[in-house]
């Protein structure tokens, strides 16, 4: 019985860590949804870039913004799982903000026209 609670908790304790997922990526434990595919970091960028480099390996990321102000980088889904292309990661005004950029356009249905 001791050896089901102890895995049990260390289950727990596990996705306690993630925090939540959307569309399959990772977030940190913390994030505040603010739109759709779109949260607020807990904590700044450092903290932020340290959560996913355990998770997802930092020799893909690529910087995509370096502008005085403003720091973004990007984080490719390599893994192909779950409905995500990737994560843009930015800091701009003292805050971290996380785009889960979904797969196929957006995740919407493609509306194509009837063949005659």
């Known amino acids: 019985m001791f050896r089901v609670c102890s895995i049990a908790v260390v289950l727990v304790a596990g996705f306690a860590f993630a925090g939540e997922v959307e569309l399959g990526a990772q977030l940190p434990d913390g994030a505040r949804k603010v739109a759709e595919h779109r ?28 502008q005085p102000g403003v720091n973004a980088f990007h984080i490719p889904n390599t893994s192909g799982k779950g409905a995500w292309e990737g994560l843009n990661i930015y800091e701009a005004n003292d805050e971290v903000r996380i785009y889960v950029v979904p797969a196929d356009g957006g995740g919407k249905k493609k509306t194509t026209k009837p063949s005659k």
Request: proline share 4%; hydrophobic share 30%.
């Open 39 to 66: 949260f607020k970091a807990p904590g700044d960028l450092e903290a932020t870039k340290k959560f996913y480099s355990k998770i997802y390996s930092s020799s893909t990321w690529r910087r995509i913004i370096n």
